[in-house]
């Protein structure tokens, strides 16, 4: 390797702006957290929705997937933070701004509440048709058969793809510094127009995310396996 490659690679200057890009990645993971608890709770709704035997609740809870599931992140993004704020004040006749936060979240909450959907479904259709009539025979409501039945070996079956989604969902955080939310990448663009020296940054930044996503979701798989294993054993 040249010494000019090597110089070129040097991490140093990532380490000198390390509290600066610190930040930045914890903006990643309250972008992360915050969309991720949007997705669940959406996902769940429109699960619920297109298992619902009423076929027209079947094709809102359908409509929501295949919209959310097929829009691009990067589109989403955009469109929440600059186009529907236009149409939310021309509904109410005042202007409507949202914070690069709170667009970022709304748009990878809505989109990967898509995929969750999906999941949630075959959680629930996975789930024997007794053990619903075996509720209802205890007499049980249907918010309780949701809680105490449905639920909980939802959960267990969801488990494993539920990790995938939510890795997905942390890579598409690094998108949001486009609507300037002060995530990692944004605060390594900045850096890099003051020092213009991109190699090393970018190339930190790239390592960064894979060590960041690889240690978690590692270990986030190990520690629901051992769960599942001990509970479900």
Same mark, same amino acid.
């Given at each position: 390797?040249? =010494? ?33 608890? +949007? ?27 295949? +919209? ?33 936060? +709170? ?14 959907? =999906? ?7 996975? !789930?024997? @048709? ?11 409501? =249907? ?8 639920? /909980? ?11 995938? @989604? ?8 690094? !998108? ?5 939310? /002060? ?9 890099? @127009?003051? =020092? ?23 270990? +986030? ?13």
């Amino acid at each position: 390797m040249s =010494e000019a490659l090597i110089d070129a690679l040097n991490p140093a200057l990532f380490w000198e702006y390390r509290l600066v890009l610190l930040r930045g990645l914890a903006f990643n993971a309250y972008v992360f957290f915050a969309a991720a608890t +949007v997705a669940l709770i959406v996902g769940l709704a429109a699960a619920l929705l297109r298992v619902n035997r009423a076929w027209p609740f079947r094709w809102i809870g359908t409509l929501h997937v295949e +919209v959310f599931r097929n829009a691009p992140d990067y589109i989403m993004v955009i469109w929440v933070h600059f186009v529907l704020p236009l149409l939310l004040g021309k509904l109410i006749g005042q202007r409507i701004e949202f914070s690069p936060f +709170v667009s970022a979240v709304i748009a990878l909450g809505f989109v990967y509440s898509g995929y969750f959907a =999906e999941t949630f479904r075959a959680g629930i259709q996975s !789930i024997p @048709q007794g053990h619903l009539d075996a509720g209802r025979a205890c007499g049980m409501g =249907e918010s309780t058969i949701l809680c105490r039945i449905i639920l /909980p070996q939802v959960v267990r079956r969801m488990l494993p793809e539920a990790v995938n @989604q939510f890795v997905s969902l942390f890579k598409a955080t690094t !998108i949001v510094s486009l609507i300037a939310v /002060p995530d990692l990448m944004y605060q390594v663009s900045m850096v890099t @127009q003051q =020092e213009m020296r991109p190699l090393p940054l970018y190339t930190g930044a790239a390592v960064t995310y894979f060590a960041v996503i690889y240690v978690v979701a590692g270990s +986030v798989r190990g520690l629901s396996e051992r769960w599942r294993n001990k509970v479900y054993a």
